[in-house]
């Protein structure tokens, strides 16, 4: 017979919502966080995160300042073919790898839950209760199960959901660099069918991470034909490409990314970070959404409690609180990238950005949420 151990609450997925979520709930309840990687890993991710999420991770014992993060405060975004637009951004952010954010949130972790690093397989709820079983055949039970298993996993497949069986035309490829960059700044520079974000990480390396699509993506054979023909039309990347030292062996890439909407609660599991929705990376905020609903939801457990009577009023309050604080944020975000990707309707926005400078960061205020405390 497999071993079975019991839990008030079962983490599935170790990025940052589910770390935080970990982090958060820990203290109070007996959690488990299922996590498929080993940590420290690199992970596809442009590493802007919003300023909006600091005071929370400080709450959380976590300060990416003391980590070496770089202080972010301008954004610079080009057209395809280079135009410039140079703008404060509102709250700013900081410049953090993921293999050095995620790490030292999962260390935290282990300090307050039980962390196991076990692949989930599949993910039951028959009364009231959560059966969850991992690639070495480990069963655990829970009251409650949150996902926090990113934008696309197999526990999307075994729940079945609805955008897994859509096919998604984007991809993304990432690398870190030695190449000379302002601290200060990140940069937003687009191409053909795809844009590139460059900002620096605590290491000093600059992150160097696009997404694109299939069809763009297509035009070249390689990885590195892309950069040079497609990416480098715009002269930002091009004099990136052709001047930054690679210090990844390989890029990372992903596929099958999907902006589509998904449920904030589906078949009683709570949703939050990339499981319950991805904005445009375009936006630079979607960390800062995952760690947002992690403290949304972990608060309304400690309001409610982790009991079974409370999961009615726990599910109505969390889809209203997530509709509320994203819902409007992830529209904008699929508005902008629309006018980004069409070459016509980018010239005229750039145009209007540059005769109103006061309109970028009205936009950036509409896919930003306010301090999280
Ligand atoms: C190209 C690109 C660029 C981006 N740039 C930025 C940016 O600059 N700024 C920003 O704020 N956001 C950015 N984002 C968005 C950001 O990366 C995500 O919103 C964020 O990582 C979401 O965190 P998460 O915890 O929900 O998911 P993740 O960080 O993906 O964590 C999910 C975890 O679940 C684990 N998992 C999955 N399946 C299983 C399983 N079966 N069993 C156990 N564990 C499992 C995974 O291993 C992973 O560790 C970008 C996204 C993309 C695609």
């Known amino acids: ?22 982090i958060a709930l820990g203290q109070h309840y007996k959690v488990l966080l299922l996590e498929k990687d ?71 972790a282990t300090q307050c839950c039980d962390v196991h690093i076990e692949t989930v397989m599949t993910v039951d709820f028959n009364s009231e209760i959560f059966t969850v079983q991992t690639k070495n055949k480990k069963i655990y039970k829970s009251t409650f199960a949150v996902g926090a298993f990113g934008k696309r996993s197999t526990i999307d497949i ?40 460059l900002s620096k990480v605590e290491t000093g390396a600059v992150n ?21 023909q497609v990416m480098s039309v715009n002269p930002h990347l091009a004099h990136f490409f052709k001047h930054a030292e690679p210090l990844f062996p390989e890029p990372l890439t992903i596929s099958q990314i999907s902006f589509s909407k998904k449920p904030a609660v589906e078949n009683h599991v709570f949703m939050i ?24 939801l972990a608060d309304l457990f400690l309001e409610h409690g982790a009991g079974v009577n409370a999961r009615n009023s726990i599910e109505q309050a969390y889809r209203d609180t997530w509709q509320h604080h994203f819902g409007s944020r992830l529209k904008t975000g ?5 006018v980004l990707l ?9 145009t209007a950005a540059k005769t109103f400078p006061g309109l970028v960061p009205a936009i950036i205020k509409k896919t930003h949420g306010d301090l999280v405390v």
């Open 342 to 350: 069409n070459p016509s309707l980018a010239k005229t926005a750039f």
């Open 1 to 22: 017979m497999p071993e079975t151990s019991t839990y008030d609450l079962i983490i599935l997925g170790g990025g940052l919502a589910g770390l935080c979520c970990a």
């Open 273 to 296: 970070g990339d499981s319950a929705g991805l904005i445009h990376p375009l936006c630079g905020n979607g960390m800062a959404m995952a760690i947002h609903s992690a403290k949304l």
């Open 334 to 338: 699929r508005r902008i990238q629309n």
């Open 38 to 108: 080993l940590f420290p890993q690199h992970k596809v991710c442009g590493e802007y995160v919003s300023n909006e999420v600091l005071p929370y991770l400080q709450s959380l014992g976590i300060d990416p300042i003391q980590l070496g993060a770089k202080k972010i405060t301008e954004l610079e975004i080009t057209t395809h073919t280079g135009k410039p637009i140079r703008t404060k951004l509102p709250l700013g952010g900081f410049g953090i790898s993921r293999y050095a954010l995620d790490a030292e949130l999962y260390n935290r």
């Open 208 to 228: 160097a991470c696009y997404l694109t699509t299939f069809k763009s993506f297509k035009q070249a054979n390689s990885i590195d034909e892309f950069q040079k």
């Open 158 to 197: 075994a729940m079945k959901r609805g955008f897994i069986q859509q096919k998604s035309p984007w991809l993304a490829v990432k690398a870190h660099y030695s190449y000379s960059f302002e601290d200060t700044k990140v940069a937003l520079h687009n191409f053909e069918g795809g844009y590139c974000g």
